[in-house]
């Protein structure tokens, strides 16, 4: 299979979706930029840049930077901070020396914590509701096939 920047965007909600801990703590889904309606405790992922080294008249490499969040309405951080935890782990790995996924038409890509992010936002329908966001920006070296 050729590579397809996009296989790296399934891999890595593949592997949010394939943990059983952190979809415990987020039971409403994992998504990609946007949760579907009605939901409360789920996990983004958002693709914040993309770069290509060339080399060779081919990819050398790419290097993806994600957004991965866990998401809660309410005023309390207990799930989020716990998912940020887990997320953590499975991209940055158990002990922050990386992670790994496995991306179709890719070697095996690296991942790892670039910045740690959390806020709070008003929600827009009644503005002394919070939603909490938790998680950090991860980027990946995917060396195409």
Do not use: C
Request: charged content about 20%; aromatic content about 8%; hydrophobic content about 45%.
């Amino acid at each position: 299979m050729a590579s397809f920047s996009g296989e790296v965007d399934d891999s890595i909600v593949a592997k949010l979706l394939a943990d059983a801990p952190l979809t415990a703590l987020m039971p409403d889904g994992i998504y990609y930029d946007i949760a579907k309606s009605g939901k409360t405790r789920f996990v983004i992922v958002k693709l914040m840049s993309h770069t290509v080294t060339r080399m060779f008249n081919g990819r050398a490499y790419e290097a993806p930077v994600y957004l991965v969040k866990a998401v809660e309405f309410g005023t309390g951080t207990v799930n989020t901070k716990a998912a940020a935890a887990r997320i953590d782990v499975l991209l940055d790995g158990p002990n922050g020396e990386g992670g790994t996924v496995t991306v179709a038409g890719y070697g095996v890509a690296q991942t790892g914590l670039e910045e740690y992010v959390r806020y709070a936002e008003a929600d827009p329908a009644n503005a002394d509701a919070r939603w909490q966001h938790r998680g950090g920006m991860y980027a990946v070296m995917a060396v195409p096939q």
